[in-house]
Each structure stands twice: as structure tokens, then as C-alpha cells.
């Protein structure tokens, strides 16, 4: 696998949500390695900002930026567009955008929100690069998950509307998705070419959980007792720069090493069903 600083000089790494928190971090961490980090954000304002501040604290004049709404497809296929145009090589693909939304609301698409930015846009982007990321292998794909995803169920019949939403089901579900989206992607994936993971980068004090009411005082008090933005990044920066990342292929990953999931995130006819529905949804 790659691990030079030579060769990590020729590798471009994309970084989504990486206008802020795990993601400014982890776009900092790959630049600092060497990598041109393509950073994408959805304001261009506070992205442009976020690409100067890793710009000045790398010292690498190799990050550029790229926007998109990922709760709209069509903007998802407009990023997939411009980032194969742009480059040739496409090395790492790290999925980190993600949304908590305190208000049940449905996507551009029709589908609910949570489930849209978090699972159908990574699963859209990812196919998307995928021909791009064999074609520069050996490549990585990096989804950052939660433990947010335990004790979640999934009912794909129901999957855009849930009946039951609540915030944090439908957050829980999205992770969830998110872990059976990895093992799904690695079942099809040659290890050797690209390597697919996903992680848990721990309780993390981001913006995340600011949104209102009794969610955000919870949050703000347990903030204190939460990792930094920097350490989050820790763990997707080291699967994106670990020599060797086969031993991961598949796996879900906490504090850099490999962790047991939620029983229903090894449910492979489970992870069958999302997988056909999900490309059924994107229109794949």
C-alpha cells in the first residue's frame, strides 16, 4: 500500500462535511500528510474559510474546495461530476458529512432528511467515484459511523417515511445504515484495489448537536466530557494512512482498532436489502 511521503504527494484525498468539526480536522490531518485534500462544504463562505485556515496550519498550498447540498441528488451527482473532471486520481474518498435534524423535514427528493444527507448521498457519491478510485488503486473508502447505531433497527419497506420517527432513531438509523453500507461495499470490493471502512471517531463536541431545546442543553452539558474535533479526526486520518488497511476491509473501527457492531449491522441479508433499495432510490 502507499505510505511514502513520495507517493502520498501524488494522492488526492476527497473529505466531505469539511467546513467544520471531524471533517476540518481530518482534511488538516491529510494535508499535513502530504495529500492534495479536496475539501467539500455546502456554504461557500465558511468552506473557503476552512480551506484557508488548513492552507496556513499544513503549509501545503495542495487543498482545494468543492460545494454541494447533500440533501439534493442532483447536487450529488453535480460534486461527482466536477471531482472526476478535475482529477484524474482520486485516492481516498472520506464520507463524513452528517446532520442531526431536531425537526422531522423531507429532502429535496422526498425523502426524510436525516436518512437522505447522512446514508443516500455517501451511498450516491461513493458509486459515483468508484470507477475512479479502482482505477487509482490501491484507494480507501473511509464513512464515518456511530455508536449511535446500536440497538437501531431498520424496516426498508419504510425507510424514507419512517412512522416512527424520532431524532435520534432516525439519526441511530442512518449510522446504521452507514456500517451496513461498508459491509456491503467491501463484499464487492477486492481489498487489494480498494479498501472500504467505517468508524466510530468517538463522542465528538461538535456543532452537531446545537439545535435547540432540550437536545442542545443536553449536549452543551455534556460537552465537557466529550473528545475535540482533533481527536475525532484521529482515527479516519489513520485509516486513510495506515501502510497496510486490508485488515480493516469491512470492518468498523473504534480508537484505531477494529470493533464489534450492532448484531443487526451483520445481518447481510439486511445489508442486501438497503443496498438494492438504496440504488433503487438514487436512481443507480
Same mark, same amino acid.
Given at each position: 500500500?502507499?505510505?511514502?511521503?513520495?507517493?502520498?504527494?501524488?494522492?488526492?484525498?476527497v473529505v466531505t462535511g469539511a467546513s467544520s468539526g471531524i471533517g476540518l480536522h481530518t482534511a488538516l490531518g491529510l494535508a499535513r500528510a502530504g495529500m492534495r485534500v479536496v475539501?467539500?462544504?455546502?456554504?461557500?463562505?465558511?468552506?473557503?474559510?476552512?480551506?484557508?485556515?488548513?492552507?496556513?496550519?499544513?503549509?501545503?498550498?495542495?487543498?482545494?474546495?468543492?460545494?454541494?447540498?447533500?440533501?439534493?441528488?442532483?447536487?450529488?451527482?453535480?460534486?461527482?461530476?466536477?471531482?472526476?473532471?478535475?482529477?484524474?486520481?482520486?485516492?481516498?474518498?472520506?464520507?463524513?458529512?452528517?446532520?442531526?435534524?431536531?425537526?422531522?423535514?423531507?429532502?429535496?427528493?422526498?425523502?426524510? =432528511?436525516?436518512?437522505?444527507?447522512?446514508?443516500?448521498?455517501?451511498?450516491? =457519491?461513493?458509486?459515483l467515484l468508484l470507477d475512479r478510485l479502482k482505477a487509482s488503486a490501491p484507494a480507501r473508502i473511509i464513512t464515518v459511523a456511530s455508536e449511535a447505531h446500536r440497538r437501531n433497527?431498520?424496516?426498508?419497506?419504510?425507510?424514507?417515511?419512517?412512522?416512527?420517527?424520532?431524532?435520534?432513531?432516525?439519526?441511530?438509523?442512518?449510522?446504521?445504515?452507514?456500517?451496513?453500507?461498508?459491509?456491503?461495499?467491501?463484499?464487492?470490493?477486492?481489498?487489494?484495489?480498494?479498501?472500504?471502512?467505517?468508524?466510530?471517531?468517538?463522542?465528538?463536541?461538535?456543532?452537531?448537536?446545537?439545535?435547540?431545546?432540550?437536545?442542545e442543553l443536553g449536549w452543551r452539558l455534556a460537552k465537557p466530557f466529550m473528545i475535540s474535533p482533533e481527536g475525532g479526526a484521529e482515527t479516519p486520518v489513520f485509516l486513510a494512512?495506515?501502510?497496510?488497511?486490508?485488515?480493516?476491509?469491512?470492518?468498523?473501527?473504534?480508537?484505531?482498532?477494529?470493533?464489534?457492531?450492532?448484531?443487526?449491522?451483520?445481518?447481510?441479508?439486511?445489508?442486501?436489502?438497503?443496498?438494492?433499495?438504496?440504488?433503487?432510490?438514487?436512481?443507480?
Amino acid at each position: 500500500m502507499i505510505s511514502s511521503a513520495e507517493d502520498r504527494a501524488q494522492q488526492v484525498a476527497v473529505v466531505t462535511g469539511a467546513s467544520s468539526g471531524i471533517g476540518l480536522h481530518t482534511a488538516l490531518g491529510l494535508a499535513r500528510a502530504g495529500m492534495r485534500v479536496v475539501m467539500i462544504g455546502r456554504d461557500g463562505a465558511r468552506t473557503e474559510q476552512a480551506r484557508r485556515w488548513v492552507t496556513e496550519r499544513s503549509g501545503s498550498d495542495r487543498v482545494d474546495m468543492a460545494l454541494a447540498d447533500f440533501s439534493r441528488l442532483a447536487e450529488v451527482r453535480r460534486l461527482a461530476d466536477e471531482l472526476l473532471a478535475g482529477h484524474d486520481r482520486l485516492d481516498v474518498l472520506i464520507n463524513n458529512a452528517g446532520l442531526l435534524s431536531p425537526h422531522y423535514r423531507l429532502s429535496a427528493d422526498g425523502f426524510e =432528511l436525516t436518512f437522505a444527507v447522512n446514508h443516500l448521498a455517501p451511498f450516491l =457519491l461513493t458509486a459515483l467515484l468508484l470507477d475512479r478510485l479502482k482505477a487509482s488503486a490501491p484507494a480507501r473508502i473511509i464513512t464515518v459511523a456511530s455508536e449511535a447505531h446500536r440497538r437501531n433497527r431498520l424496516d426498508v419497506a419504510h425507510i424514507t417515511r419512517p412512522p416512527d420517527w424520532t431524532m435520534m432513531r432516525a439519526y441511530g438509523r442512518s449510522k446504521l445504515c452507514n456500517v451496513l453500507f461498508t459491509r456491503g461495499l467491501a463484499s464487492r470490493l477486492e481489498p487489494d484495489q480498494v479498501v472500504a471502512t467505517c468508524l466510530h471517531p468517538g463522542m465528538v463536541a461538535t456543532a452537531i448537536g446545537q439545535r435547540g431545546g432540550l437536545v442542545e442543553l443536553g449536549w452543551r452539558l455534556a460537552k465537557p466530557f466529550m473528545i475535540s474535533p482533533e481527536g475525532g479526526a484521529e482515527t479516519p486520518v489513520f485509516l486513510a494512512t495506515v501502510p497496510d488497511p486490508k485488515q480493516f476491509h469491512g470492518g468498523y473501527v473504534i480508537r484505531k482498532t477494529l470493533a464489534q457492531p450492532d448484531p443487526a449491522a451483520l445481518d447481510s441479508d439486511l445489508a442486501r436489502r438497503l443496498w438494492d433499495e438504496s440504488a433503487r432510490l438514487v436512481g443507480l
